[in-house]
């Protein structure tokens, strides 16, 4: 199994009580903890306004951390769960994600997608087109990326894009092009992208979930002509991990108790759903057999978010000592 780390940016309201100008430091130390561990990548999440509402407290943007990391790591991937199509110019976001690849030496993940929260669509101006449109949005995105990538110019005549001659100069260094992650669960349409395009796939985590998407992913795939193997199949997880049952009850009574002064007590406590009951949870014990499952369905990259990183590395520790190495 492939292991990515969350990198708390603020989205998840994972910042808070820490003083934004010490951020970067606690994001960028975090960073460098997975640069010179068992972690294959590090991940964001493309938002602007926090969840599970709105609030106030910094959520810090995805690509200009992209940037930033390219240049203070040396071996680590790096990834975002996942890029909203519609929030950049899919030729400039080409353009962008060339460039950091080249800071990097190489090492970055497109994760891409539809996108969902209406909310910071229509507060940064985007509108909310309906669901038809945005994943419209996506296949013709994705079309400007393959050919800026793997031609260095990029021309659509499209329904929601016209790009002539787009350059991307200098091409990303990974040959073919950065990695295509196609986030998103949608049945009829998204993994219908994903068959076409992805690289990897990112969805339903549960057992039940994800071995459904896996299946139809695999009838998309054959209407297609694709080799359904060549795509891996990834799942993010919330972790909370102790060494006893009662110490991940801790862990998750802490969650609660930092969210609930800035979402309100339902909302702080709607957040347990996910987490409980889902394979992230447990002692190392569990986690491990959890994960053993998934990877019998087919799981074989697994992105983990440890909601209290920034305050607290004692859980991630334990996981890099007791779940990764007894998942080769």
Known sequence: ?????????????????IDPAEHWNVMKGLAAHAD?????????????HTVPRPTDQATHEAWSLMAAYAASTSS??????????????????????????VISGGRVE??????????????????????GERLGMLDEGVQIFKQAWEQGRSTLDGKYYQVEGAICEPRPLQPGGIPLWIAGGGEKVTLRIAAKY?????????????????????????????????I????????????????????LQQLVDRLRPHVGDKRAESQLAGFRGLPGVGTPEQ???????????????GIFNFPEAAYDRSGIELFEREVIPNLP
Request: proline fraction near 4%.
């Open 1 to 17: 199994m492939r292991f990515g780390l969350f990198v708390p940016q603020g989205w998840r309201h994972d910042l808070v009580g």
């Open 36 to 48: 010179a561990g068992p972690w294959e990548s590090i991940w964001v999440y493309d938002h602007f």
């Open 76 to 101: 680590v991937r790096l990834g975002q769960m996942c890029t909203c199509m519609a929030y950049r110019n899919p030729a400039y976001l080409a353009k962008v994600a060339a460039t950091i690849d």
């Open 110 to 131: 497109m994760g891409i997608g539809a996108g969902w929260y209406e909310h910071e669509w229509r507060a940064y101006g985007y509108g909310f087109p309906r669901a």
């Open 198 to 230: 992805a690289d990897y796939t990112n969805f339903d985590g549960s057992p039940e979930g994800f071995t459904h998407k896996s299946e139809l992913l695999a009838e998309h795939c054959t209407d297609l002509g694709r080799d359904f193997e060549a």
């Open 232 to 251: 891996v199949r990834s799942a993010n997880y919330n972790v909370a991990i102790a060494p006893t049952e009662a110490e991940v009850e801790d862990r």
């Open 287 to 301: 986690v491990v057999e959890n994960l053993r499952a998934m990877a019998a369905r087919g799981m074989t990259y």
